[in-house]
């Protein structure tokens, strides 16, 4: 967990993340004591807080659309698989389609992942078993509240 967006990740009562607030929303909150800390920076202090990274809710909040199917992007597929090859694990900065594009393969977060150049090359028009390429891991739908933690 990084603080490099100077932003706190929220996680609700149930430990699902719900995105993301700014630092100062984050200590209102403590000092209303809506949150706690849920992770800190070591020997930093706001206040009497505990320097927050990530909050967590004190009482759970229903929030059904955060757990609904998210959108579809290209940038979301590359967080997702946090910019790293399917197949060689390699840095990745090309999506691939399992299914090529030229062969129909959609823009889905089931049909694409994270790809380095050298593996989507390679890879070609082929579908990774005819390539003979193995995933490292499958393809998943993440819901809005994982992609805005990414965010
Ligand atoms: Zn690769």
Redesign the pocket.
């Known amino acids: 967990m990084t603080t490099l967006s100077g932003s706190v990740v929220l996680y609700n009562a149930s430990f699902e993340p719900m995105g993301r607030v700014s630092f100062q929303h984050a200590v209102k909150m403590l000092v209303r004591q809506v949150a706690v800390v849920h992770e800190q920076l070591e020997e930093r202090m706001i206040g009497p807080y505990q320097w927050p990274v990530a909050l967590r809710l004190v009482r759970y909040v229903a929030t059904k659309w955060l757990y609904h199917p998210a959108a579809y992007t290209r940038r979301g597929v590359l967080a997702r698989d946090r910019h790293r ?1 399917a ?4 840095r ?1 900065a090309t999506i691939d389609h399992l299914l090529p594009r030229s062969r129909g393969g959609r823009w889905t977060w089931d049909n694409t992942v994270a ?2 150049g ?2 989507n090359e390679r890879k070609g028009s082929r579908t990774p078993a005819e390539a003979g390429m193995r995933l490292r891991f499958d393809p998943w739908q993440p819901t809005r509240a994982q992609v805005a933690a990414w965010a």
Not at 87 to 90: H, I, M, Q, V
């Open positions: 090859c197949y060689c694990g390699d990745a790809a380095c050298r593996c």
